[in-house]
């Protein structure tokens, strides 16, 4: 079973940018979704972005022209990079292969 490492969260003024980092332990290629979930405090995980084998990406509307999704299958590492980003977007982050493996979170927290 893949093993998912999530990298790249901190602290960022609102307007700024963090890319994120999914470090897969084996091959991703194969994987049909690779996705971001996040999750604030006292809310539920919710989708942010995924990306298919194929390199189709879905976005949840509060991220679509803020946030890209990437894959590199070559590196088996999954990015996400987070544009203009708001005080909203604080949340623990999570990669996720297939919604059946979740790597452990990264914070990110935007706040002045």
């Known amino acids: 079973q893949v093993q998912l490492v999530e990298s790249g969260g901190g602290l960022v003024q609102p307007g700024g940018s963090l890319r994120l980092s999914c470090a897969a332990s084996?091959?991703?290629?194969?994987?049909?979704?690779m996705g971001w979930y996040r999750q604030a405090p006292g809310k539920q995980r919710e989708l942010v972005a995924h990306?298919?084998?194929?390199?189709?990406?879905n976005y949840a509307d509060s991220v679509k022209g803020r946030f890209t999704i990437s894959r590199d299958n070559a590196k088996n590492t999954v990015y996400l990079q987070m544009n203009s980003l708001k005080p909203e977007d604080t949340a623990v982050y999570y990669c996720?292969?297939?919604?059946?493996?979740w790597g452990q979170g990264t914070q990110v927290t935007v706040s002045s």
């Open positions: 084996g091959s991703i290629s194969s994987i049909y979704i």
């Open positions: 990306i298919t084998s194929g390199g189709t990406t």
């Open positions: 996720t292969a297939n919604t059946v493996r």
